[in-house]
């Protein structure tokens, strides 16, 4: 009789201990924390964990890098302008016990630090040089925001600007301020251009000035590229006049053909 109650008081606690066991796996990008009667015992790499879920509690924490985005922060810059800034972040877990210990969300805590960082950053500067320094405000605030995200247990990796917003009758102004510098280079450009042009026939002047024949060479240079165009030259005494169209050869007139006054 003793020996069928042991056997079934064994049988009892097998079953209650089965019931109580449970299975859990810590993936490759994961780290498990285990805590016994609430107490942090160990931090657990990959691999497949039993315990006794009475008295234990394994909990995991993804340490993939992870994306999070502060939404438009309405902020007034150093010369009074209201501002709308949005920035996303980059971050990973590197300290799952750190991160599970000192924040109750350190996703949270990550947020507002990230939120107080913009808002500081965009009220100690004026407008044109938030515009001017868009990309480099990202890089900087990401220095000043990592040392933030080590008491969390977390490594900030990125930092970036998404939408910089001007009021619309802020927009105006500056479209106008761009116009106007667009069209004082486009002006520039054309007195560039003017002088240069004037420049090529001063020179031109001097060199025809220098040289007389060449101003001739020019003209018949010139009437040679019109189609359908005779041109007769004067020539001294005792040359032939020659005619001159577009794709056709010099060719010399008959003696009987030429004349003592050159017609031109």
């Known amino acids: 009789m003793i020996y069928i109650v042991l056997v079934l008081a064994a049988v009892v606690l097998v079953v209650w201990l089965l019931a109580q066991l449970s ?17 942090l015992r160990a931090e657990l790499g990959p691999g ?7 008295y234990t509690t394994i909990r995991k924490i993804d340490v993939r890098p992870v994306q999070v985005a502060v939404n438009g922060q309405e902020v007034l810059s150093r010369d009074g302008v209201a501002v709308k800034v949005s920035l996303s972040a980059t971050y990973r877990v590197v300290d799952a016990r750190t991160a599970v210990l000192n924040s109750e969300n350190y996703v949270a805590g ?3 630090q990230l939120q107080q960082a913009l808002r500081a950053a965009v009220s100690a500067a004026d407008v044109e040089t938030l515009l001017a320094n868009r990309a480099d405000l990202g890089p ?13 247990g977390l490594q900030l990796e990125s930092l970036a600007i998404r939408d910089l917003t001007l009021p619309g009758e802020l927009k105006k102004i500056f479209a106008q301020v761009v116009k106007a510098r667009q069209e004082g280079l486009a002006a520039l450009e054309r007195a560039r251009g003017e ?7 001063a020179n031109a002047a001097q060199m025809v000035q220098r040289n007389p024949q060449l101003f001739q060479l020019r003209l018949l240079q010139v009437a040679g590229q019109q189609a359908g ?11 032939s006049t020659l005619p001159l169209r577009q794709g056709s050869d010099l060719e010399t007139l008959p003696p009987e053909t030429q004349t003592d006054n050159p017609t031109s």
Not at 23 to 32: D, I, N
Not at 48 to 54: E, G, K, S, T
């Open 140 to 152: 900087r605030m990401l220095e000043e925001c990592k040392p933030l995200a080590e008491p969390l």
């Open 23 to 39: 299975t859990t796996t810590v993936f490759e990008y994961e780290r498990g924390l285990r805590f016994v009667r609430g107490r």
């Open 48 to 54: 497949l964990y039993r315990y006794l879920r009475a």
């Open 195 to 201: 002088t240069a042009a004037l420049r090529n026939l």
């Open 229 to 239: 165009t005779t041109l007769v030259v004067g020539m001294p005494q005792g040359t």
């Open 110 to 112: 990550l947020y507002t």
